[in-house]
């Protein structure tokens, strides 16, 4: 289906408007004048996300339970997916989200293909496929193609580690450097990644809705710059005047290892951490720029990225948010 042009009466509905990404879309989109509807598993937890003035409807329902989405999807445009399952206290328990997550996509697709929904627009993970790529980056893959399974066309982003406050794998960079002067780590630190700050996510998934043509097509995003993980670890403290890390690599850390240490040393979820750790050893770097011939942005340096990450954490260096 080809989708038309997004209307002033046009409604947007946002999967997932609850999270790190989600809940920082809704004033951008609201910025455009965009009608939004929330589709959220707590009513309670739906009251912050509302903008005075906005016209914003918040529908309850879950995607794993199939509750409430024939409801949120009646009317609605474009879907913002930005929905996953990890999280509470697992040991590498993938399957079990991975599970989770493609119910999820199963059922929202089954709703949306018996409505008139227009648009999907995923925000999903970078990194090749193949044997090697962990359980996690594979699960996001697999929900990029279910989603684009169905009637509604189906635009795709995929990203590495988003730099904003309150963002997991970002939180997780955050806490090791600033707590540790020494770290021992495997040898996934020379692993490359592409990270994006989260205004340059937010700027590229408002883009697309705005742009029509970007339907139907997946796009790799992230910033200009490339870092191995320990040049990423590295360029953090620097930015944050921290004294230079030693970072003693260490061949035979299992990711396992790694994962018990992370639970040490930060308050990240195992549930989130272990699935995250356990994808450090892929790399994750954009294949190409084609997004650049759509969405027009400037991008966000590295270094201004974390200071407003920074600026934005209400607990201070290396104390919980989580
Ligand atoms: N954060 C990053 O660095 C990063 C990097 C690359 C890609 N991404 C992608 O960006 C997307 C959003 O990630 P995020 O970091 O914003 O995640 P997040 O903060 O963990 O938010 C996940 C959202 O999914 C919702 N959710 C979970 N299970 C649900 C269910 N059964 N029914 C309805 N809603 C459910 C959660 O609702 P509750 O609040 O009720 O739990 C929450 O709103 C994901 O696809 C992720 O792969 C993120």
New binding site residues.
Partial sequence: MTPHALNPSDRVLI????????RRLIPELVKKNVKLRL????LA?AAPLLVKGADIEVVQ?????NAGLAEALRGIHTVYY??????GKTLFKNEEYAE?DRQ?AKNFMAAADASSLQRVI????LGETGDDLSEHLRS?AEIAKILSSGKPSATVLR????IGAG????EMLRYLVERLPIMITPKWVETRIQPIAIQDVLAYLVGCLLTPETAGQEFDIGGDEIFTYVEMMQKYAEVRGLAKRFIIRVPVLTPMLSAYWVDLVTPIPSGIAHPLIEGLRNEVVCKDNRIDQYVHITKTSFKDSVLTAFSEETDGPGVTGF
Avoid at 61 to 65: C, R
Avoid at 159 to 162: G, M, Q
């Fill in positions: 999967v997932g408007a609850t999270g790190f990404v989600g589709l959220v598993r707590d937890r329902g879950d995607l794993v339970a930005l929905v996953h399952s990890m999280g989770k999820a995923y925000l999903g993970g996001r990203s590495a580690v988003i963002g997991a794998s970002y």
